[in-house]
């Protein structure tokens, strides 16, 4: 039972399927389906807040929520089947399901009006975290010059780096690329959002200044790793793309039910997570002695953390004029848990691959389940949530949730791993089918 917490907490973010066990997995499903077809004022009142330690267990072990995102499921509901190996292409394209309930609009319409009140502050607190066009990295800035007579050479020297470092490596900043590439599925997301949206696609709103903008530095990022890994010649290109075109017609289901407050605490724990991600990738190239790689992972992790720093100042703004209204959100949000925004990523071939993918990012300490502890704590810190003054009763009980939190993720996450001795080998159909170690 003590297990259930972590298993349900890193099953979202990080941890392999076959550490979550297989058959708990399937009675959870079909408990899942018969709960998920409740009204949410129900589910509400059955994920308490945390006050004593089997509620905890309890209170994340209901939803299942990873059982039910996780590719095995959603995918095979999509394709008609669950078996491990499906590239069946006969059945015309059907978007894959969020099996959970879906939310929308829970946001009191009265509080769109704060979002435009907000605006002014907006342009001038938020839009100076946006860096001018011409003063942007492209990606060719870190690649060989195809216009130059050493293309070939730069090529061959790239090639040469890229051979030193090995597959474990490369499943991982491939999972980074694709997580990236799917940039349509994250800029139609900010754009669920009630009383931020972009109304027009081209809204002068700094809202939506800001949205188009991150989304055309954020664009950035996918093209650079994605020219990077096809002039590497490690990868299997055509199997990556695949998994790039299932995943955004994939798309992600956040939870943030088109509530602005839900969707920059997402956000900001997001870019935080994506900082540290291609931090780590960076410091392993450079340990793997390919320098020109490392810079490539952290100019984009300073990217990321430049958008950090815009969304939590939102999320900061936020708690200063609404505490009690913030601080329930945070709380919702973690105990829905932070999907990962790749959480549906499908090669055609491996039902699992989002977990399989997140097991090597684990073991390779890029994405950890202690840097999920480790940005909730930062986010905590960074907010004052400790010190917030004037809540409700139920405001009170979500800054003692999400206070608490970090501390019980650690000591959970060390149990499991002490326990987590197993390790097996699977293919990764992005490096032709080589295995490698989860
Ligand atoms: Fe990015
Ligand atoms: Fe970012």
Same mark, same amino acid.
């Given at each position: 039972?003590?297990?259930?917490?972590?298993?349900?907490?890193?099953?979202?973010?990080?941890?392999?399927?076959?550490?979550?066990?297989?058959?708990?997995?399937?009675?959870?499903?079909?408990?899942?389906?018969?709960?998920?077809?409740?009204?949410?004022?129900?589910?509400?009142?059955?994920?308490?807040? =945390?006050?004593?330690?089997?509620?905890?267990?309890?209170?994340?072990?209901?939803?299942?929520?990873?059982?039910?995102?996780?590719?095995?499921?959603?995918?095979?509901?999509?394709?008609?089947?669950?078996?491990?190996? =499906? /590239?069946?292409?006969?059945?015309?394209?059907?978007?894959?399901?969020?099996?959970?309930?879906?939310?929308?609009?829970?946001?009191?319409?009265?509080?769109?009006?704060?979002?435009?009140?907000?605006?002014?502050?907006?342009?001038?607190? *938020?839009?100076?975290?946006?860096?001018?066009?011409?003063?942007?990295?492209?990606?060719?800035?870190?690649?060989?010059?195809?216009?130059?007579?050493?293309?070939?050479?730069?090529?061959?020297?790239?090639?040469?780096?890229?051979?030193?470092?090995?597959?474990?490596?490369?499943?991982?900043?491939?999972?980074?690329?694709?997580?990236?590439?799917?940039?349509?599925?994250?800029?139609?997301?900010?754009?669920?959002?009630?009383?931020?949206?972009?109304?027009?696609?081209?809204?002068?709103?700094?809202?939506?200044?800001?949205?188009?903008?991150?989304?055309?530095?954020?664009?950035?990022?996918?093209?650079?790793?994605?020219?990077?890994?096809?002039?590497?010649?490690? =990868?299997?290109?055509?199997?990556?793309?695949?998994?790039?075109?299932?995943?955004?017609?994939?798309?992600?289901?956040?939870?943030?039910?088109?509530?602005?407050?839900?969707?920059?605490?997402?956000?900001?724990?997001?870019?935080?997570?994506?900082?540290?991600?291609?931090?780590?990738?960076?410091?392993?190239? #450079?340990?793997?002695?390919?320098? #020109?790689?490392?810079? *490539?992972?952290?100019?984009?992790?300073?990217?990321? %953390?430049?958008?950090?720093?815009?969304?939590? #100042?939102?999320?900061? %703004?936020?708690?200063?004029?609404?505490?009690?209204?913030?601080?329930?959100?945070?709380?919702?949000?973690?105990?829905? %848990?932070?999907?990962?925004?790749?959480?549906?990523?499908?090669?055609?071939?491996?039902?699992?691959?989002?977990?399989?993918?997140?097991?090597?990012?684990?073991?390779?300490?890029?994405?950890?389940?202690?840097?999920?502890?480790?940005?909730? /704590?930062?986010?905590?810190?960074?907010? %004052?949530?400790?010190?917030?003054?004037? !809540?409700?009763?139920?405001? &009170?009980?979500?800054?003692?949730?999400?206070?608490?939190?970090?501390? &019980?993720?650690?000591?959970?996450?060390?149990?499991?791993?002490?326990?987590?001795?197993?390790?097996?080998? =699977?293919?990764?159909?992005?490096?032709?089918?080589?295995?490698?170690? !989860?």
């Amino acid at each position: 039972m003590t297990n259930r917490f972590f298993i349900n907490l890193v099953c979202a973010t990080l941890v392999p399927s076959h550490l979550c066990g297989g058959k708990q997995n399937s009675k959870n499903c079909a408990t899942a389906s018969t709960h998920r077809r409740r009204r949410r004022s129900t589910m509400a009142l059955r994920i308490n807040p =945390v006050s004593f330690q089997s509620e905890i267990y309890r209170s994340f072990s209901f939803p299942q929520t990873k059982n039910l995102r996780s590719p095995k499921f959603t995918m095979a509901s999509t394709l008609g089947s669950s078996t491990a190996k =499906v /590239e069946s292409t006969k059945k015309p394209f059907t978007p894959p399901r969020e099996v959970h309930q879906q939310v929308t609009h829970s946001m009191p319409p009265q509080k769109i009006e704060i979002f435009k009140s907000i605006e002014g502050w907006a342009e001038e607190n *938020i839009l100076v975290h946006l860096k001018p066009v011409e003063k942007c990295w492209q990606a060719q800035d870190f690649l060989p010059d195809p216009a130059s007579d050493g293309f070939m050479e730069q090529v061959e020297e790239l090639r040469a780096r890229a051979k030193e470092i090995p597959d474990d490596y490369f499943v991982v900043l491939v999972g980074d690329m694709i997580t990236e590439e799917a940039l349509p599925t994250y800029q139609t997301m900010l754009n669920t959002l009630d009383g931020v949206r972009d109304e027009t696609g081209a809204s002068p709103t700094p809202w939506a200044i800001w949205t188009r903008a991150w989304t055309a530095e954020e664009n950035r990022h996918g093209d650079l790793l994605h020219q990077y890994l096809y002039l590497s010649g490690r =990868v299997d290109m055509r199997q990556i793309q695949k998994t790039i075109q299932y995943l955004i017609g994939s798309g992600m289901d956040p939870r943030t039910e088109n509530s602005p407050y839900l969707g920059f605490i997402y956000t900001s724990f997001q870019e935080r997570a994506t900082f540290i991600s291609h931090g780590n990738t960076a410091r392993h190239a #450079k340990e793997h002695g390919d320098l #020109k790689l490392a810079q *490539i992972c952290g100019t984009i992790a300073a990217d990321e %953390k430049r958008h950090e720093t815009a969304y939590t #100042k939102i999320a900061e %703004k936020l708690f200063e004029i609404d505490p009690d209204g913030t601080v329930l959100a945070f709380a919702d949000m973690m105990r829905k %848990k932070i999907s990962m925004p790749a959480h549906l990523m499908y090669d055609g071939r491996d039902d699992n691959l989002f977990d399989h993918f997140s097991a090597v990012a684990q073991r390779l300490g890029v994405y950890t389940a202690k840097d999920y502890a480790d940005i909730l /704590e930062f986010l905590v810190g960074r907010w %004052k949530v400790a010190d917030l003054t004037g !809540l409700s009763g139920e405001g &009170r009980k979500a800054q003692d949730y999400v206070c608490g939190l970090a501390p &019980r993720i650690r000591r959970l996450e060390e149990r499991s791993s002490a326990r987590a001795k197993e390790s097996v080998d =699977v293919p990764f159909s992005w490096i032709f089918d080589r295995q490698v170690k !989860l």
